[in-house]
């Protein structure tokens, strides 16, 4: 299976990869952040407006080296979509490791793979906040989803 993967070199230290996965989700990913991500066993949330969000329960956690997500709960409630928690039961792992004097981060969504409905938009999702995340390493600002205010 071809699992969604991805890899990414930082000039920053494994330590600060590893804070941006576990303690800082809401600076590059999404503002709507509910739970705990930087403790083994805990569950946290990450919404998108009203229509999407993922449950992941922190499964591993490797200071500077791992952290490992199983989504438990997911909801993608596009209209182009018949099914909306295809991300149940995957997993997702990053992996930190030091190359010569960068910083290289391995993603790999596990279930993600071509074969299911969602690939193409959740590929592309992966793309913009992975992005964020690099953002967020890179220079302390990221580009987390923000939910709409009300006028």
């Known amino acids: 299976m071809n699992n969604y ?3 990414m070199t ?28 930087n403790r083994q066993g805990e569950n946290f ?46 997993k997702i792992e990053w992996v ?8 290289q981060l391995n993603l790999t969504h596990y279930g993600l793979t071509p074969q299911i409905e969602c690939y193409t938009i959740c590929e592309g999702g992966w793309e913009q906040f992975t992005y964020s995340l690099s953002e967020f390493i890179n220079t302390g600002i990221g580009r987390p989803y923000k939910a709409a205010t009300e006028n």
């Open 5 to 7: 993967s991805k890899v």
């Open 10 to 37: 930082f000039d920053a230290s494994t330590d600060k990869v590893y804070d941006a996965l576990t303690s800082k989700i809401p600076k590059w990913w999404t503002e709507q952040f509910e739970g705990t991500s």
């Open 45 to 90: 949330t990450i919404r998108f407006g009203t229509n999407i969000f993922k449950t992941m329960k922190v499964t591993e956690l490797s200071p500077g080296k791992k952290v490992v997500w199983n989504v438990i709960d997911s909801l993608i409630d596009l209209p182009e979509l018949n099914n909306k928690s295809e991300w149940v039961g995957t």
């Open 96 to 103: 930190i490791s030091q190359k010569e004097n960068q910083t």
